[in-house]
């Protein structure tokens, strides 16, 4: 799928291309104990990260990822890469408000990367 991307843009498949994996904390975490303000603590709370692989093509020139389930805080965590352009699988979003909210997410982060789904 990466190739295909990349001659759909007209990127030289000469280009360095490094795949990384970005690791992106699953809902949960720690919730605070509401007891009183002077007893106030945080409470573990079981939570699980979510790995995505993440292709970068002569390093933040292009941004591929084509896994599945792909949610806002990865969104967000790839855009602080300021990437020139990013591609995902149009298949691969969480849900359809996620794939709606990843321009917006993208503007406020990194305004000047370009946006493509397939």
Request: glycine share 4%; charged share 25%.
């Amino acid at each position: 799928m990466l190739f295909q991307v990349l001659l759909d843009w007209g990127v030289d498949l000469t280009l360095p291309i490094t795949q990384e994996t970005i690791l992106v904390k699953d809902e949960g975490g720690k919730m605070k104990d509401e007891m009183g303000a002077e007893n106030s603590s945080f409470i573990p709370h079981t939570s699980s990260f979510k790995e995505y692989q993440v292709f970068f093509v002569d390093d933040n020139a292009l941004a591929a990822c084509f896994d599945a389930d792909i949610n806002e805080a990865f969104v967000k965590e790839l855009a602080a890469h300021h990437p020139l352009r990013v591609v995902f699988r149009d298949a691969g979003f969480v849900s359809d408000s996620v794939k709606i909210n990843i321009e917006q997410i993208f503007k406020l982060i990194s305004p000047s990367t370009e946006i493509k789904t397939f």
